[in-house]
């Protein structure tokens, strides 16, 4: 039921936070070369005109997307064509997945060399956040490279997109390299005047995936986790 919940909600905030234009981290530590013959999968994805520049110069991109109202709109958006096939909606080496990530499996997605988050792990509240953990062990192997940003504000919301200081995301990657590459702060993000925040950084880095967690510290984090949200 929680699941239901959150992506009801999700769903509804999928238009405050989508932006116009590809995420300057991305041009940034992207690049193209940088994307050369590789898998990049984006969890969440939206709607993103990320994926339209990760499909330009990657050899495969892979995202999933609950909302199928969401993914026709991409495609309408970006005038792509595609073709469905089952759970698919497959533009050239863009493939999106129109199912719950929860359920998405190593085989259905394949080997994955990049995964892209910018607006996962922050729209998760706590609890289905030690869940999308364990579903990114599941789907990643030792070496996957990881591009993750994140929010950090304060008065915290309720509500997504949430604020993740960089203390906890070396919490919730225990066994990533992790190189914090950017932090400034944003005193013009449409959150600020939308909620009279005292201050908003966005957080971007870059990691890779040394080896397997293993079951004994993915279940301490859950319990850490279920405490600290009660």
């Not at 520049?53 to 309408?76: C, K, M, P, W």
């Not at 994955?112 to 599941?138: F, H, N, T």
């Not at 909620?195 to 984090?221: D, I, N, P, Q």
Request: charged share 25%; glycine share 4%; proline share 6%.
């Amino acid at each position: 039921m929680e699941k239901q919940v959150w992506a009801a909600s999700r769903e509804a905030s999928n238009a405050r936070f989508h932006r116009q234009d590809v995420h300057p981290y991305v041009l940034k530590h992207l690049t193209p070369f940088a994307l050369m013959e590789k898998t990049v999968f984006v969890p969440l994805c939206g709607r993103s005109l990320d994926l339209v520049y990760f499909s330009q110069f990657a050899d495969r991109v892979v995202g999933v997307e609950q909302a199928e109202r969401v993914i026709l709109q991409f495609f309408a958006d970006n005038q792509l064509a595609y073709e469905k096939v089952g759970e698919r909606y497959i533009s050239n080496n863009l493939t999106i997945f129109c199912k719950d990530l929860f359920a998405l499996t190593p085989e259905e997605v394949g080997e994955i060399d990049l995964v892209y988050d910018r607006a996962s792990l922050v729209a998760l509240p706590l609890p289905l956040r030690v869940g999308y953990l364990q579903k990114m062990e599941e789907l990643t192997s030792p070496g996957t490279q990881y591009f993750l940003t994140t929010l950090e504000y304060a008065p915290e919301m309720d509500s997504a997109p949430y604020s993740i200081a960089p203390d906890e995301v070396y919490g919730y990657f225990p066994n990533y390299l992790i190189e914090h590459v950017e932090s400034p702060e944003v005193p013009h993000h449409r959150l600020v005047r939308k909620l009279g925040l005292h201050y908003l950084k966005e957080h971007g880095f870059s990691m890779r995936k040394l080896h397997e967690a293993t079951f004994a510290s993915l279940v301490e984090l859950s319990h850490r986790s279920f405490y600290e949200f009660s």
